[in-house]
């Protein structure tokens, strides 16, 4: 049995989430009390094929002392042999309160008590901490259509392999903000800026100008000698703590330069070692993507 639990913030995106994976084959719950997870697993363990793949959505409508126990929860599943993925949805404050003002829907916590939205969405955040502390995938929903979100929640969930960690390299500008969804993020501003080149400006580090303006830097393949030894050092103990997935994110300033190049050639480096790839440039809109040989698409330009 393969058993995905989806969690996050209301506003996020986890009802699209449970319904992509529906689509898909999978027995869909929805505000499944965390409590009752186990029971779930005896009502299914003699359930017909057709059931083995199972996805439930907890949040915080969930009790405030359930939330709390998700961890030793969760624990108590894993140790019986099930397959697990807890995949966490969220968005900045300020995305959710857009959203919400444009849908007028109620926020779950705003029911029965004097909270404003904006303490809703505060206070929610701190409820679910204990579940956003052991999720294996956290998603940053800022910037995904539907479109977008369904196609994540396919080819990084329901794709995923059991027992293999699926490396995603991201790539943003800091003038936007820092990915939410990254476990760990390098910053390549003080690389030289092919920004400030006005012929290199309408370009992006995947094109070749830009890979021949970068490549004549020493400090460029410093920087990616080096996080890629840190990566290499690191991968096995990740590998070790039962991680299925992991987002290194590189942010220069406006996130279409310098850090769509090394984001490119840290996956290649990596893709070449077997490791289970995925590639993201947020500001040029692409959220789900495979390498992409840089001769190929030099060839398609020029024609």
């Known amino acids: 049995m393969q058993l995905v639990i989806i969690s996050g913030r209301s506003g996020s995106g986890k009802s699209i989430a449970l319904q992509a994976l529906e689509d898909l084959g999978y027995y869909a719950i929805d505000n499944l009390p965390a409590n009752l997870l186990a029971p779930l697993i005896d009502e299914l363990g003699s359930a017909p094929p057709s059931r083995s793949n199972v996805a439930v959505s907890i949040d915080a409508r969930n009790l405030p002392e359930s939330l709390e126990r998700f961890p030793l929860l969760l624990e108590a599943v894993r140790e019986r042999g099930i397959d697990v993925q807890?995949?966490?949805?969220?968005?900045d404050a300020k995305i959710l309160l857009e959203r919400y003002s444009a849908t007028r829907r109620r926020h779950p916590l705003t029911r029965g008590n004097d909270m404003t939205l904006a303490e809703a969405i505060d206070h929610e955040q701190e409820y679910l901490a204990p579940i956003r502390r052991?999720?294996?995938?956290?998603?940053?929903?800022?910037?995904?259509?539907v479109h977008d979100l369904r196609g994540r929640i396919a080819e990084q969930v329901a794709k995923h392999t059991g027992g293999r960690l699926t490396l995603t390299f991201e790539s943003f500008g800091f003038k936007r903000g820092v990915p939410l969804d990254a476990d760990m993020v390098f910053d390549v501003r003080c690389l030289p800026n092919p920004f400030w080149d006005p012929e290199l400006r309408g370009f992006?580090?995947?094109?070749?100008k830009i890979v021949e303006f970068l490549e004549a830097y020493p400090d460029v393949h410093a920087m990616a000698g080096d996080i890629h030894a840190?990566?290499?050092?690191?991968?096995p103990a990740y590998l070790d703590s039962r991680r299925s997935y992991l987002t290194v994110a590189v942010g220069c300033t406006g996130g279409h330069h310098r850090s769509v190049y090394l984001i490119e050639r840290l996956a290649r480096h990596f893709h070449h070692e077997g490791v289970d790839i995925r590639l993201r440039h947020r500001e040029l809109?692409?959220?789900?993507?495979?390498l992409q040989d840089t001769q190929t698409r030099d060839s398609n330009a020029d024609a």
């Open 134 to 145: 052991v999720a294996d995938l956290v998603i940053d929903t800022r910037g995904l259509s």
């Open 230 to 235: 840190w990566l290499s050092r690191w991968l």
């Open 204 to 208: 992006d580090g995947r094109d070749a």
């Open 285 to 290: 809109g692409i959220h789900t993507a495979l």
């Open 86 to 91: 807890v995949v966490y949805l969220t968005a």
